[in-house]
């Protein structure tokens, strides 16, 4: 089993930044590659970004490519989402996932570890 626990979600304005983190305990921590994903209100789940279990690899959703930076470290058993010029459109509850980097490059479907989630509020 694999703990997630997500932070560092709130309320800022349109152009700022925000750091997430997802703090995993439990199993090795490096085995996984780890995940974000978002949701928000009366839409689907989406992916936002990824990377390998080592960190050598990012993958990240057209939306925030050039705005959003994931990044993990293994030593300290946590992942990072640092979002730049956020905007309205990036309002949502986002979720830390960890698991195979096929399936976190998808839609989430088969993704077996969650955080509960974290709120980020965009106002314009």
């Known amino acids: 089993q694999v703990q997630l626990v997500e932070s560092g979600g709130g309320l800022v304005q349109a152009g700022g930044s925000l750091r997430l983190s997802c703090a995993a305990s439990g199993r090795t921590f490096s085995d996984y590659a780890m995940g974000w994903f978002r949701q928000a209100p009366g839409k689907e789940r989406e992916f936002v970004a990824a990377?390998?279990?080592?960190?050598?690899?990012?993958y990240y959703a057209d939306s925030v490519k050039g705005r959003f930076t994931i990044s993990r470290d293994n030593a300290k058993n946590t992942q990072y989402l640092q979002m730049n010029s956020l905007k309205s459109e990036d309002t949502a509850v986002y979720y830390c996932a960890a698991g195979n980097i096929g399936t976190l490059r998808g839609n989430g479907n088969g993704v077996i570890y969650w955080g509960k989630g974290t709120l980020v509020t965009v106002s314009s």
């Open positions: 990377v390998t279990s080592s960190g050598s690899s990012s």
